[in-house]
């Protein structure tokens, strides 16, 4: 009987636990009920499946600071239950994307102008890189810190990346660390330096008066 009972609960424990191992495995946007989502009071024709933001971007001039111009959900509200979004990537010559992730979707990266640093890092702190080619795809994985560098002095580069989410979101590192308020002795510890490195780090990312 005893035995039966120990079964029965390590049974259960299983079906939760591969349970949850779905849910994580499927975890990104949530399907939905009908083909598309319009606000109320908005007139749902063609030009609602339009974004017509990014024709700035392919007309202007290099650019002169790193730029990320997003068709994500904030800017395409088309895209709500669509699970998709793209971003277009400027880097001028000797430029970064630093350090970021993007906690609900993968990114998978199109190098359409220039040659381009590319790596991320898994959880096992293993750093995968590779320099790309114009015309050369990437992915990086859901969820992993990652970095785009531009290390041609002479050329700027530019690419389209995609997601499969329509709201992937942005945890950029440097500005999460030493942009917020998170006090200096806790960084000061967990970097294992000193609380004025921190403070100079900071001002480097704060708003300029
Ligand atoms: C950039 O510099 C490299 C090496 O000096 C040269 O081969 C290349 O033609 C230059 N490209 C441009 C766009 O000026
Ligand atoms: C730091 O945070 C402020 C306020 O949110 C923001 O305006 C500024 O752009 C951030 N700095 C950087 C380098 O992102």
Known sequence: ????????????????????IIQLATAGD?????DFIAPPNVLVDGNFFTFTGMRSV???????????FKASLAEFPALNGQSVSIAVLE????????????????????LVQGTLQVGFVDTTNKL???TLQTGDIFVFPKGLVHFQYNAVANASAMAVSAFGSANAG????????????????????????????I?????????KP
């Open 91 to 110: 880097f001028p010559a000797i430029s970064t994307n630093p350090p970021h992730i993007h906690p609900r979707s993968a990114e998978l990266l199109f």
């Open 128 to 130: 995968f890189t590779q």
């Open 1 to 20: 009987m005893a035995s039966k009972t120990f079964s029965m609960k390590f049974f259960s424990l299983l079906l939760i636990s591969s349970f949850t």
């Open 30 to 34: 949530p399907d939905i009920l009908s």
């Open 58 to 68: 392919v007309t202007a001039g290099p650019p002169t600071t790193f730029k990320v």
């Open 199 to 207: 403070q100079h780090l900071k001002v480097g990312l704060a708003p």
């Open 170 to 197: 942005l945890i950029s590192l440097p500005n999460t660390l030493f942009n917020t308020s998170i006090d200096d002795n806790v960084l000061a510890l967990s970097f294992k330096t000193d609380v004025a490195t």
